[in-house]
Each structure stands twice: as C-alpha cells, then as structure tokens.
C-alpha cells in the first residue's frame, strides 16, 4: 500500500471544499463517514493514535509546496513549505492523508519523522484497514496520525492565518466565545476506559479539534456517544441533537 508518495499540496487537496463550505455537521453522509471509519479505527490496533478528519482546505495552495506541521509551546501550527532541499533536509513523514479513488492514501500533512512513534509496520496495517472503510466517503473524510503530546482532555481550536498562509491550532479545555466551531476530527478514548455492559464496550468518541469560523452562532462540537461490540466491528456513533 502506498502512504508516502509526496504530491504538491494544490493536488492532494484538488476537490476538498473551503473550511467554511463543507458538509452540514449532521448530515447522515457525514454521520455514516465517521460511523465507518472509526469502526475501523476501533479495530486497527492503534485505537487511540488515528483520527477520522474533515477534510478541507484554508486557503490557495501550489504544488510546488506541501504542508507541513511543526509543533508550539501551546499545540501546534501547519504551513505551506516549498518543496526542494529544505523539505529533503527536514526528514518528513506524512500524518494525514485522504484516499485516491485508485485505493492509494495520499498525504494532505507532513510532519519531522522523528516526531511519529508509531513503528511504521503497525501503522500500513491499521492504515489499510482504515482506507478500506473510508473508500466511499473519499471526498468527504480522511484520517490522521494524533500528536503524542496530545492530551486526551483538550480540543485543538484552529484559526486560520490568511496573511501568513497558516493555521495554527491551540489545545483548549473549553470552546468559548460567540463564533461557531466546526468540529474537524473525532478520535475514540482509551480502549481500556471501556466498560464492558452485556457484551458491548461503551466509550465517548471526543471532537479532537474545531475550526473557529467567522460566523456568527451555532453549535460547538462536544462529545459523541459511541458503542463498540465486543468481538466485532460493530460502532454505531450518535450524533447530540
């Protein structure tokens, strides 16, 4: 399976709609993407390191370029980087990615390999599982590696820099304030904080990060109630209404 093909940013984002333009929040589509894909996740063996992500864009991109993310004192930022010897220089993995229509995951975001502490023989297996559930919402999302400085308590709030061409995502306890946010990936908690009731394991599937949009209202992302059968593949994700 190839994962680390490097494409110019302006390819492997081509399609992906604008932050402010993607799918409702509670569209069945959408809710059924992220059913199936963190079904998959709850099963690959790295439970707790995938995400299933929205996939979107912030702002023009070329393919002369690739994003790349590179951590803060507070989280982290992501920024266009031109490729050549300082991408070469830079020893780089890929920690996002969307699926081609040729069954292929392309990387969306890199970041320092030494950064990733995944052993890479573990990551193709539970990467291919997950590109399989999430073949059929391709357009719609995608899945990335969590940090591992990531505290299971915080959300990342992005904000976008359109005058520096970056986002910048800060961990949060709590989302605050009068703009909407998007909730941008989901990842399960973990496994071992399941209790197990009448055969099924039962768990909260967190909003792992939210976009501050300029618009006005609207709902936070919160929690989403999910249920895993033990023994199976089974995840059925309820979505708060």
Not at 159 to 171: A, H
Not at 173 to 198: Q, S
């Amino acid at each position: 399976m190839q994962f680390e093909r490097c494409v110019g940013a302006a390819s492997a984002h081509i399609r992906l709609p604008d932050v402010s333009q993607t799918i409702d929040q509670k569209d069945d589509f959408l809710i059924d993407a992220v059913s199936k894909g963190l079904c998959a996740i709850a099963s690959s063996g790295l439970p707790t390191q995938l995400a299933v992500t929205l996939l979107h864009t912030h702002f023009a991109l070329s393919d002369s370029e690739i994003l790349v993310e590179f951590a803060t004192e507070t989280g982290f930022v992501i920024r266009p980087v031109p490729l050549g010897p300082m991408t070469s220089a830079m020893q780089l993995a890929p920690c996002a990615w969307r699926v081609h229509s040729t069954y292929e995951l392309i990387p969306l975001v890199w970041r320092p390999a030494c950064e990733i502490q995944v052993p890479l023989t573990k990551l193709v297996d539970a990467l291919r599982r997950v590109m399989l559930a999430l073949a059929p919402f391709r357009d719609v999302v995608g899945v990335s590696l969590r940090r591992h400085d990531w505290d299971s308590d915080t959300i990342a709030l992005e904000k976008t820099d359109l005058s520096r061409r970056e986002f910048v995502s800060s961990y949060v306890k709590e989302l605050h304030g009068p703009r909407m946010n998007l909730t941008t990936a989901w990842f399960l908690d973990d496994p071992a904080d399941y209790p197990l009731v009448a055969g099924k394991y039962f768990c909260q599937v967190r909003s792992l990060s939210a976009c501050e949009l300029e618009e006005q209202g609207g709902e936070y992302g919160g929690y989403y109630h999910v249920q895993v059968d033990k023994g199976s593949e089974h995840v059925s994700v309820y979505i708060p209404g």
